[in-house]
């Protein structure tokens, strides 16, 4: 009897595992197709995690905007803030002049309404510098009207959530697995931080909560993917707060200087890590003193560790950062784990990537420029995901990735170095040694068939060199070696 008690149970625990795991990906597939910037896109493959750049879309955005799909992974519609575009990016049946702008920093968020599959709201917010006339407000879109291309519902465009909104709002779910929390900030002096509850019937204002806390900057706050952690910041400020999800409540502040700001930085945006232990910060330098991001570690939530655990660094390898025109836009993790970096300045069409966001200092895997968007510009522009359809997903990796895997292992000694640097490889594969300036010029290249070489660099300038293993025309692991 009991060995048939202990098949029934385990019986039930595969069966529960399998249901966790389909759910999660039904929530990961609202976020496959991205539709942002300039009419730049990308759609994710959601096995592989790989991206591929799509260049059909429409609408213009300067800063946040939205996007979503069904729970199958097909594109339903997205929103620049004053036009939501339908599957056939076209502009959707009732779905112009919104009372929101592009040019604000999040001008529009969309969450599936709560016990209606077919219905969503996109909430909107047309809050520009210190104008809020147009103040936060949603419409109610159908997607099963406009034979099945969706419209938005007719007497249900533009109502008012509250006035005086400023131009931040950032989402998650509520204890009771059904509901939304709706965080913003009121214009008032200070601002204060609100949390607005969100059900079926849509953002219930008579039950909103008022923070303790007053907001900072009001435009780019988050919440954690675990829905328990949310961060507020400036250029001055970090506010690091856990939420309760079941009150609304900000609890625990701990405050930090933002350093960056006493030396002319404009922090812009933020983005949590899938297992909400690592927050990274965009800090737009301008002109000649480049961008810098920042990590931290909240997993132990003390002032202290939290500030003992920074890990900043250059966006643009030095030493082009001194002469790069270029900022930093919205953050936003992607369904294959790792966060995307909008680009700004000029006609930038690339994205940075942080491949590990779970990872410690520099394991975080860092990649300049590394994916372009086919001359379509991103501005400062990503799609903002509520992040909890990103909690604790699994990190996808690429067959280049999966490459880089087995070479993770590899060293490189003595490093920095002023004449011989040793690398020793896991096996003996036949790769291509090339090593790389700062300006992406090749000053070595070798063909290698052994497990240990000795390269002779010390007629190079001394400087910052970028070592590549190249196999089958693929890198597949790189090394910052510094020459002396």
Known sequence: MKKINYIFIFLCLGFIYEFNAQTQQA????????????????????????????????????????????????????????TIWNKNHQPMMNGTLLNSDKNTG??????????????????????????????????VVDITLDAGNGAVVSGQKNILVRGQAYQGMAFTKHANGTDYWLAYAEKNSPYNLCMIPVNNLGPDTVNRVISAYNSLQYINFRFSPDGLKFVDFDSNNFHFYQFN????????????????????????????????????FAHIGGGLSGNVIEQFDLSVFTSSAIAASKYGFWDVPFPLQTVCFCGLGHMQL???????????????????????????????????????????????????????????????????????????????YPNPTNAILNIELENSDKVKIEIANALGQIVFEELNETKNLKLDIKNLNT???????????KIIATKKIVKE
């Open 463 to 473: 400087g910052l060199y970028f070592l590549k293993i190249i196999s089958e025309d």
């Open 245 to 280: 999800n079941s009150t609304g409540q900000l609890n625990n502040q701990i405050q930090l200087t933002n350093d960056t700001g006493a030396i002319g930085y404009t922090t812009y945006s933020c983005e949590f890590s899938t297992n909400s232990n690592k927050i990274y």
């Open 106 to 139: 999040l001008a529009s968020q969309i969450i599936p309404r709560p016990g209606n599959p077919n219905q969503y709201f996109v909430f909107v917010n047309g809050c520009i510098n210190d104008n809020c006339s147009f103040n936060l407000r949603y419409s």
């Open 334 to 412: 992607a369904p294959n784990g790792k966060i995307y970096i909008a680009r700004t300045g000029g006609f930038i069409d690339t994205l940075h990537v942080i491949h590990n966001p779970n990872a410690n200092g520099a394991a975080c895997n860092f990649q300049y420029n590394a994916i372009g968007l086919n001359n379509k510009a991103c501005n400062f522009s990503l799609p903002i995901f509520p992040d909890y359809y990103f909690n604790n997903i699994p990190l996808l990796t690429n067959i280049n990735d999966l490459a880089i895997l087995q070479y993770n292992s590899t060293l490189v």
């Open 27 to 82: 929530l990961l597939n609202r976020t496959k197709h991205w539709r942002f910037g300039h009419k730049a896109g990308l759609d994710f493959n959601m096995s592989t995690g790989v991206p591929t750049v799509f260049n059909g879309s429409n609408g213009v955005v300067f800063e946040g905007n939205s996007s979503i799909s069904d729970t199958l992974g097909n594109l339903l519609f997205y929103c620049n803030g004053d």
